[in-house]
């Protein structure tokens, strides 16, 4: 049986658990949504059909594994087994694309792509063309030869700066410590050997390699950060293996004269000596020049200053300069940064490999320069001038890539410094659509999700934004279009796409530091008359809860008819709540085919009470009609237009909420007893009551 990779993941973590699991737990465990590992669940009595063990999950409690031990063991090692390879994950199928053109520099036929990867010539050629860009930019071009395959050209040098980056870009470094720091860690080594670096360097030169190095108990090796002691174990990895294939740089002109003939270049001639004679191999004297290089910016626990003393942060000669670009980039505030020895310490640390490789031309790659430009203008702004203290010390120019590295040890100084300064509080927004009930829910658990406890969420239908409402809000998120308000409204798609969120997140930050909004008008007594109210619509809705079924191949008009027939005895009020019902599916459908049920909800004059309920075929089998796309069930909403409108579309709000993260709550509507189905809905409205009060408080 094949498994997928993120069922894979799924059942790792339920074999490892000796008791029963909520979903919520499952997926944090996982790094998979929710909605994705309930998806997954649906299909895993099938995926187990080969072993004596059993899926089972009950209603608060969990999930779980059932089986003997050895069938556990068993299942375990199969699903540990094999790749995790998703032919329809574009990004991973085209980094394998990558690492497999840089493994073989010989000749390939798309045909072999394709296969390997279990996709069409077609895909592998758009592939192929994504993988020519990243190559490209060190200097590669992949080239196609009629007849023959694909190939790559460029020079050696180009060729290891794309192998070095692919690993950079794909590696986790901690992987590789674990692997080759502690040898008996077998479960981090079989995890190398299966990364992207596993396969593309052979692990016995890694190990034999990080044995020549450490062995020889070098100070300045011994001071290495883990990132950069990583970095030149790659680098001379890469090296070794190369030159094993007998793939030599050759060396430029007047590389390396007697004069940069330092401690460094000494120190690299004896990491050069060390592996000839662990290897049995000659080194070409260019190979001790780029080793050099990479020691010379590589960064150390601990400071040095032109290469002689090792320093603490006290030098006097190293906290003058940090001085004076503190005291350039904000004068004013000069005095509190340089309190901040997290961010002095780091500054420090920074800057020896920053000057060595301004000295010596050395460049250095910044992928998030771009970010960093447009989120931080001001703050990089400020840096370039500080960059001018740094060239009038080493007399280079400071590429902007350097620029955007000090703007992150700044920046990063300043939010330090925000926080010592403000009192932050918790953020009032209300998320307003045109009925309250559907699409602000939907909005109010992705802010909720992301924000947290940062922030209190209210959901709002048009018609319920009194001035009571807006006195308690910060600001409004809208979907739909609303007349002047007093406070901030941001007008948001109702999917909130990025740049929503980050007009969001902008406007959070700024109430958190903002004093509290002190209310006009707040007494005890009608705190109590909203209670009551509360308590009765949501008894109403337990008590008239209504559950039944209809013919598998009913229409969609044919449904409405039938839901108004069972939630009014009246003619025209049936007439009425089919007409709502019909004109909110207009606006857009809430039939959810990737949730498995439609929601048909309304404001209706056709109701005097809000109304819950639960329609399903006969059989409870799915929809037949093409309408339905193939969902089980339906639920039904209906809120009267009175006076009680805004708390009426609070309760089914948080209904519908549920519906949509509640995967017990549809596993037990699925069995189709309407009074297991009352009981759910009751247990979850007492949460909301208890959340209400809690809010009140």
């Not at 950060?225 to 190369?242: D, F, K, P």
Request: net charge negative; glycine share 6%.
């Amino acid at each position: 049986m094949e498994f997928t990779s993120r069922l894979k993941q799924i059942l790792s973590v339920l074999l490892k658990e000796e008791n029963a699991i909520p979903v919520k737990t499952l997926a944090e465990q996982t790094g998979i949504s929710k909605r994705t590992v309930q998806r997954e669940l649906e299909g895993i009595d099938y995926a187990l059909k080969d072993y004596k063990v059993t899926f089972m999950s009950k209603t608060g409690v969990g999930i779980w594994l059932e089986g003997c031990a050895e069938e556990k063991d068993r299942l375990l090692q199969d699903i540990g087994e094999g790749d995790d390879y998703d032919v329809t994950n574009k990004e991973e199928r085209r980094k394998r694309l990558i690492l497999e053109i840089l493994k073989e520099k010989g000749l390939k036929k798309l045909f072999y792509y394709s296969s390997q990867f279990g996709v069409s010539e077609a895909t592998i050629s758009s592939d192929l063309e994504a993988a020519g860009e990243w190559l490209s930019r060190f200097g590669l071009m992949v080239t196609r030869r009629p007849g023959s395959g694909i190939s790559i050209e460029g020079s050696e040098e180009d060729y290891r700066r794309a192998i070095r980056a692919f690993i950079n870009e794909n590696m986790d470094t901690k992987v590789l410590r674990e692997a080759y720091e502690d040898a008996g860690n077998v479960s981090g080594y079989e995890h190398l050997k299966k990364s992207s670096i596993g396969q593309l360097l052979n692990d016995d030169i890694l190990t034999r390699t990080r044995d020549c190095i450490m062995g020889m108990e070098k100070v300045k090796i011994l001071t290495l950060t883990e990132n950069s002691y990583v970095g030149l174990l790659i680098h001379i990895s890469i090296a070794i293996n190369r030159i094993l294939k007998n793939e030599v740089i050759e060396p430029p002109r007047n590389w390396f004269d007697d004069e940069t003939k330092d401690e460094d270049y000494r120190l690299a001639e004896e990491i050069v000596k060390e592996l000839e004679e662990e290897f049995e191999i000659d080194i070409p004297k260019v190979e001790i020049s780029y080793i050099c290089l990479h020691i010379k910016g590589a960064k150390h626990e601990k400071i040095r200053w032109d290469d002689k003393t090792i320093m603490e942060v006290g030098n006097q000669e190293m906290q003058q300069l940090v001085n004076e670009m503190i005291d350039v980039f904000d004068e004013n505030k000069a005095y509190l940064m340089k309190q901040d020895d997290e961010f002095i310490q780091g500054l420090l640390a920074h800057l020896q490999p920053t000057m060595i490789r301004l000295i010596h031309g050395m460049q250095i790659q910044n992928p998030v320069l771009e970010d960093i430009k447009s989120h931080y203008p001001d703050i990089y702004e400020r840096c370039g001038k500080v960059a001018g203290v740094l060239e009038e010390h080493t007399g280079k120019k400071v590429p902007e890539e350097e620029i955007g590295y000090l703007t992150v040890h700044f920046g990063a100084a300043l939010v330090r410094l925000k926080e010592r300064e403000e009192v932050i509080r918790k953020v009032s927004i209300g998320v307003v659509c045109s009925s309250g009930i559907g699409i602000s829910r939907l909005m109010s658990s992705k802010l909720l999700n992301t924000f947290k406890d940062r922030v209190s969420i209210t959901t709002y239908g048009k018609n319920d934004i009194t001035p009571f409402v807006v006195s308690k809000a910060d600001f409004f998120v809208s979907s739909i279009p609303l007349e002047q308000m007093e406070i901030p409204v941001i007008f948001v798609n109702p999917l909130l796409n990025a740049e929503d969120m980050q007009k969001i997140q902008q406007m959070v930050y700024q109430y958190e530091r903002a004093p509290m909004k002190q209310n006009a008008k707040d007494t005890f007594s009608i705190e109590l008359e909203e209670i009551n109210l509360v308590a009765a619509q949501i008894r109403s809705v337990i008590k008239y809860l209504d559950f039944f079924k209809v013919d598998d191949r009913i229409g969609f008009d044919e449904l409405l008819i039938a839901v108004g027939e069972r939630m009014s005895p009246y003619s025209d009020r049936r007439e009425r709540i089919r007409e709502d019902i019909y004109r909110r599916e207009q606006i857009a459908t809430q039939v959810f085919a990737e949730l498995g049920f439609a929601l048909l909800h309304a404001t209706t004059k056709g109701v005097v009470r809000p109304q819950f309920a639960v329609c399903m075929t006969k059989d409870l089998t799915p929809f037949k009609d093409p309408y339905f796309k193939g969902i089980k069930v339906v639920f039904i909403m209906l809120v009267p237009e009175d006076e009680n409108l805004r708390i009426n579309r609070d309760i089914m709000g948080y209904i519908s909420s549920m519906l949509i993260e509640e995967y017990d709550f549809l596993d037990i509507v699925s069995r189709g007893d309407q009074e297991e189905i009352r009981f759910a809905v009751s247990k979850n409205l007492k949460k909301y009551f208890n959340r209400y009060l809690a809010e009140l408080s």
